[in-house]
């Protein structure tokens, strides 16, 4: 068959009906985007909102937004700003009151949705200060290791998890 001018080159395996459905499930997210950058889950254990947010926003980074270009990059400088807020300078971690119980699920995801938009973004002095949440952070992931190596609920437990661990 002879490839037409407007049909996209994709990779093995990705057809044009499933580009279709990230491009709505990435169209949706930012329609539920809320007032002030973040997401929520309606899960019946919490609304984790950094952990939402973060999620949220490696998702639309994984379709090409930034937080200055691309054509949800109004939503990842939201989320991007959202977690930024939720950071902690003292203690480095980036969790909301909500996450108390497992903050570190949310900081573990934070941290990577930080490190993704750092690099891309445009702007030096936000740049520099997403240095500084992303420093914090990998400081306190650093410091909060088990002695056997892996990962808990919280900060400094002592012990770990093995869904936590691999979100660090």
Not at 39 to 63: D, H, K, N
Request: hydrophobic share 40%; charged share 15%.
């Amino acid at each position: 068959a002879v490839a037409r001018a407007q049909d996209p080159v994709l990779p093995a395996g990705v057809t044009v009906a499933i580009v279709t459905a990230i491009e709505r499930g990435q169209d949706w997210l930012v329609r539920s985007q809320q007032q002030d950058g973040g997401w929520r889950s309606a899960a019946g254990y919490g609304s984790y909102p950094v952990a939402m947010t973060s999620l949220a926003g490696i998702a639309l980074v994984c379709g090409g937004a930034t937080p200055t270009r691309g054509k949800h990059f109004a939503a990842v400088r939201g989320a991007m700003r959202c977690v930024k807020r939720a950071a902690d300078p003292a203690s480095g971690l980036i969790a909301s009151l909500g996450e108390d119980d497992h903050s570190m699920y949310a900081h573990g995801f934070a941290t990577l949705f930080v490190a993704s938009v750092y690099g891309m973004e445009e702007d030096v002095r936000e740049q520099q200060a997403l240095k500084g949440v992303l420093d914090r952070a990998v400081h306190l992931i650093e410091s909060s290791q088990a002695p056997n190596g892996g990962w808990n609920y919280t900060p400094a437990a002592g012990f770990d998890e093995g869904s936590v661990t691999v979100t660090q």
